[in-house]
T-cell receptor
């Protein structure tokens, strides 16, 4: 079946640094990639939607200059958290949309210290 | 705006008992998904319901969809401890992969001896 590979699974970074999270669709073309964040004991919150080759659409309240999304190809999308702060610590999950419906990555636990 | 309401949000049940989780949504849709999430993990797809009256079963879990009532249920039969997890329903607002799923808040299930 369709697989989305997400890396890294865990990352700890210092406040003020940037972190890049990668999601690759391994056996299908993800025409659309969705990025979510999840706080403990809460549901998934959609951050942005990106389509290959075009700018991402951000949800209200999500800073596009802080959360940079690149969807350069049908198999790779990246989320870069710039100038990370402790409040950015969260679980980030990508989801690829294509002919197989929705396929979720394994998630990235970001801790900013 | 499509709203998805799950209830209950927390459920503690004894092994061997039966229970149902409900998922109501606010607009017309005939595509509904159920996911399981274990602590620290991403989402695991359980069921995809694609039409009115759809019923799917896997082990001790059975999901159904009534699009006229805008209601999906996840029924647990003879619960076992391994079913302890958080369960999310999610509604596809459009028949196109360019739209993100709308998630319920999740039901945290604890199965006790």
């Amino acid at each position: 079946g369709a697989v989305v590979s997400q890396h890294p699974s865990r990352v700890i970074c210092k406040s003020g640094t940037s972190v890049k999270i990668e999601c690759r669709s391994l056996d299908f073309q993800a025409t659309t990639m969705f990025w979510y964040r999840q706080f403990p004991k809460q549901s998934l919150m959609l951050m942005a939607t990106s389509n290959e080759g075009s700018k991402a659409t951000y949800e209200q309240g999500v800073e596009k200059d802080k959360f940079l999304i690149n969807h350069a190809s049908l198999t790779l999308s990246t989320l870069t958290v710039t100038s990370a702060h402790p409040e950015d610590s969260s679980f980030y999950i990508c989801s690829g949309g294509g002919v197989y419906g929705y396929t979720f990555g394994s998630g990235t636990r970001l801790t900013v210290v | 705006e499509l709203k998805v309401e799950q209830n209950p949000l927390f459920l503690s049940m004894q092994e061997g008992k039966n229970y149902t989780i409900y998922c109501n949504y606010s607009t017309t849709s005939d595509r509904l998904y159920w996911y399981r999430q274990d602590p620290g993990k991403s989402l695991e797809s359980l069921f995809v319901l694609l039409s009115n009256g759809a019923v799917k079963q896997e082990g001790r879990l059975m999901a159904s969809l009534d699009t006229k009532a805008r209601l999906s249920t996840l029924h647990i039969t003879a619960a076992v401890h391994d079913l302890s997890a958080t369960y999310f329903c999610a509604v596809d607002p459009a028949r196109r992969s360019g739209y993100a799923l709308n998630f319920g808040k999740g039901t945290s299930l604890l199965v006790t001896p």
